[in-house]
């Protein structure tokens, strides 16, 4: 399998514009996280999914940010309008089901997203 | 809440032996697991421990003391490519079991 894969790779967009990111889990994973990596508060998660129904969104730092999953292939990280203080790395992983997925994320190789 | 404590960085020499410290405070406490992190990469899975004692896997071993609410990663035989950052992740009853919050990292610097 071609591991985790999240594009696009780089963004750099302007303040008030909407910004997506996408994400494809490795196939057979039941669970895909969404992440948000910056130097001051580290490793957040943002939003989770099971079988592709979201089951936590408590990480969501406010109304403009919002995923879906429409497919087990699939999910997309929405911000609408960014703030340049959304310039951080997201990060989507996906794990299997059973014991292992709880502790057990592989990781795609992250989008850097600079909001100017 | 969760809480967990690591040191923010570690430096050592090639060819020793370190030890990277994790201490939590959670609750339903349920496993810790460590992940490597390179400089703009990914973070990628380690070890994983639920009960008390050593795990080994090849150069790297954690273990766990849930009396203490303390575990460890220890590296031996140190090479320049295990310079990055590593960081502990709780799973626990706050998290639903189903995710894992991590703590701040640590930077390992390997020098020559």
């Known amino acids: 399998d071609a591991g985790v894969i999240q594009s696009p790779r780089h963004e750099v967009t302007e303040m008030g514009q909407e910004v997506t990111l996408r994400c494809k889990p490795i196939?057979?994973?039941?669970?895909l996280f969404w992440y948000r990596q910056t130097m001051m508060r580290g490793l957040e998660l943002l939003i989770y999914?099971?079988?592709?129904?979201?089951?936590?969104d408590s990480g969501m730092p406010e109304d403009r940010f919002s995923a879906k999953m429409p497919n087990a292939s699939f999910s997309t990280l929405k911000i609408q309008p960014s703030e340049p203080r959304d310039s951080a790395v997201y990060f989507c992983?996906?794990?299997?089901?059973?014991?292992?997925?709880?502790?057990?994320?592989?990781f795609g190789p992250g989008t850097r997203l600079t909001v100017t | 809440g969760q809480s967990l404590e690591q040191p923010s960085e570690v430096t050592a020499v090639e060819g020793a032996i370190v030890q990277i410290n994790c201490t939590y405070q959670t609750s339903g406490f349920y496993g810790l697991s460590w992940y490597q992190q390179h400089d703009g990469g990914a973070p990628t899975f380690l070890s994983y421990n639920a009960l008390d004692g050593l795990e080994e896997t090849g150069r790297f071993s954690s273990f766990l003391s849930r009396s203490d609410s303390y575990g460890y990663l220890l590296l031996q035989e140190l090479q320049m490519k295990d310079s990055a950052s590593y960081f502990c992740a709780v799973r626990d009853l706050d998290s639903g079991y189903s995710t894992l919050t991590f703590g701040k990292g640590t930077m390992l610097l390997v020098s020559p």
């Open positions: 992983a996906s794990s299997p089901g059973g014991q292992a997925g709880s502790y057990e994320q592989y």
């Open positions: 196939s057979g994973h039941d669970y």
């Open positions: 999914f099971n079988n592709n129904v979201p089951i936590d």
